[in-house]
């Protein structure tokens, strides 16, 4: 009969939750990577309309228009703040998931290494048997000629 772990079970749930925790990981990762290229891409959007709201400016165009450049400007000063909590959200859950990811591969390196130890043990059992049937064998081999001789 071969080695055999009786908590191979648990070892591989353990592997799953780990592998389950990666997935968790790497969907985190992206979803604040979103969240970063949205407010990027809103403070370029700001930038543009500031230099844009300049050279009306500059040009004596109507006041009126400048208003309309205020508030969508103040509108996307909104969002970028929105933004930013959405990216500080984000990377709570990111590190919330990197704690979850941590404990899980600890808990199957736990599992693993208590597995390696058994199998070990396991080897040096057998290896001692395996002396003891040669012993064995070697003493009625010598019995034997000592009886013939």
């Known amino acids: 009969m071969g080695f055999s772990f009786r908590l191979e079970r648990i070892l591989q749930l353990r592997r799953q939750k780990e592998n389950e925790e990666m997935r968790k ?41 400048w208003a309309l450049y205020h508030r969508h400007l103040a509108h996307i000063g909104q969002k970028i703040i929105e933004a930013e909590k959405e990216i500080i959200l984000r990377q709570e859950i990111l590190t919330q998931q990197r704690t979850a990811l941590i404990e899980a591969t600890q808990e199957r390196k736990v599992l693993e290494r208590l597995r390696e130890k058994q199998l070990e043990d396991y080897r040096l059992e057998e290896l001692r048997k395996e002396q003891i049937d040669l012993d064995d064998i070697a003493g009625k081999m010598h019995r034997k000629q000592k009886g013939d001789g």
């Open 25 to 65: 990981l790497s969907s985190a990762q992206k979803l604040l990577q979103e969240a970063q290229t949205e407010r990027d891409r809103l403070l370029q959007e700001q930038l543009e309309h500031e230099t844009e709201l300049r050279t009306l400016q500059q040009s004596g165009r109507a006041s009126h228009t």
